[in-house]
């Protein structure tokens, strides 16, 4: 099973620059849904989340909640391979 993580993020429009991120990723089993934390290598921002189904992952806040997105971008992930 993995345990290490690549992240890869382009802010379209501002400047569209890629940005990486590598390190380790821990879960942490729950009922009804598993979380999933990235080491401190990942920005603060992206580092838990909840996994609502095997393909879909929600982005968590400080808090351990779902992050609301806007019209124009979200906080939900999907495997697309």
């Not at 382009?10 to 821990?26: H, Q």
């Given at each position: 099973?993995?345990?290490?993580?690549?992240?890869?993020?382009?802010?379209?429009?501002?400047?569209?620059?890629?940005?990486?991120?590598?390190?380790a990723?821990?879960?942490?089993?729950?009922?009804?849904?598993?979380?999933?934390?990235?080491?401190?290598?990942?920005?603060?921002?992206?580092?838990?989340?909840?996994?609502?189904?095997?393909?879909?992952?929600?982005?968590l806040?400080?808090?351990?909640?779902?992050?609301?997105?806007?019209?124009?971008?979200?906080?939900?992930?999907?495997?697309?391979?």
């Amino acid at each position: 099973r993995p345990t290490t993580y690549k992240m890869v993020r382009v802010y379209v429009g501002k400047g569209n620059d890629r940005l990486e991120d590598l390190g380790a990723w821990s879960a942490s089993p729950g009922a009804p849904f598993d979380v999933y934390r990235l080491d401190a290598a990942a920005p603060a921002e992206f580092r838990s989340f909840w996994a609502i189904e095997q393909d879909i992952l929600f982005v968590l806040d400080a808090s351990g909640r779902p992050r609301v997105g806007t019209a124009g971008f979200g906080y939900a992930l999907n495997r697309t391979r």
